[in-house]
């Protein structure tokens, strides 16, 4: 019998070997949309464009990719099965386009590789693919993402029906790796370690929280319960933060390397705050990209295998990242 611990780890384990011991992660992508010109303005966020625009969605992928990527980030974050229903689609349309979102970033990374091992001078190693699967809080696109309150009815059960079928989608799909993000709570990170546990995923996870204060998850629950809760699993091979201000990083990684021997993943965000109510970027302590750059040197020495960028950060952002890295 397999050790499902190293049946799942090694995957991941090979690449951040393979890049020198630290990984480099994609970085914003509704944004990047935006300045191709799609529209967003939408509960869907940028899986609207798996509908229409999936070509700018490879678009991107190759921009990250070409900025040293290691890893891409499908565009289903916000892409659900319910959601999908709610733009008058039918349940099979709704699954097809969220098997699109594993197909278009695998593609592009294809794509990129095929032309990258002709060149001689070829650094890039082969990158991964995770398919991104975004909060119960994402598809209610009310801030609780940003809360972590789903209020007194939402419970363990009902977090698992909800990912479940897309979870089994993606899964067939054929993705690299499984990416649950912006994880606000402790109860939906349960929920997200018993639905591998039931559904016999064998492909590698990771679980990303957020934060709002640096010191526990936006519901108030603590960093400690939550990784009490991702070191019972196997299956998640990975476990950090994102979608967070990028000035708690250095002491959550610190903090992390006490509660758990995972592999720890950072990609925080610019440092601007997400005014859910206005639909609106605000101002407040951000990091500019050769402050990106400057930092990952110290989240990797802190013990960070894997960096990247979340929201309002680019390809210029993950190309210093990557370069820093480097050196």
């Not at 000035?247 to 965000?269: A, C, D």
Request: proline share 4%; with cysteine.
């Amino acid at each position: 019998m397999v050790n499902m611990k190293t049946e799942t780890n090694s995957l991941l384990q090979d690449l951040i070997d393979t890049v020198g011991g630290c990984a480099v992660t994609d970085g914003g992508f509704g944004t990047q949309l935006q300045l191709h010109g799609a529209s967003i303005n939408d509960p869907l966020w940028s899986a609207l464009c798996l509908i229409k625009e999936s070509h700018l969605i490879k678009k991107v992928h190759l921009e990250y990719l070409e900025a040293g990527a290691n890893i891409l980030v499908t565009s289903s974050y916000q892409a659900t099965i319910p959601g999908f229903l709610s733009k008058g689609m039918t349940t099979e349309e709704a699954e097809l386009l969220l098997s699109r979102s594993v197909k278009v970033a695998v593609e592009a990374r294809d794509s990129f590789w095929d032309l990258a091992k002709t060149n001689p001078e070829n650094k890039h190693a082969k990158a991964l693919v995770a398919a991104s699967i975004g909060s119960y809080g994402a598809y209610l696109a009310d801030g609780s993402e940003y809360s972590g309150y789903y209020g007194e009815d939402v419970s363990l059960e009902n977090l698992k029906d909800f990912h479940r079928r897309r979870l089994q989608v993606l899964v067939e799909a054929g993705p690299d790796l499984l990416a649950f993000e912006t994880i606000p709570n402790k109860l939906e990170a349960q929920a997200c370690v018993e639905l591998l546990e039931e559904e016999n995923v064998k492909i590698p996870s990771w679980i990303s929280f957020s934060t709002i204060d640096g010191e526990n998850v936006p519901s108030g629950d603590s960093f400690e319960d939550c990784l009490e809760v991702v070191n019972k699993s196997n299956r998640v091979v990975a476990v950090g933060i994102n979608c967070s201000p990028p000035h708690f990083i250095g002491n959550i990684i610190s903090k992390f390397k006490q509660l758990t021997k995972k592999v720890i993943i950072v990609y925080p965000n610019s440092g601007e705050i997400w005014d859910g109510k206005a639909k609106k970027w605000l101002p407040s302590e951000c990091f500019d990209d050769n402050e990106f750059g400057l930092h990952a040197k110290s989240w990797r020495d802190l013990g960070a295998k894997i960096i990247g960028g979340c929201c309002r950060t680019t390809p210029f952002t993950i190309q210093l990242i990557s370069k820093a890295l480097r050196e």
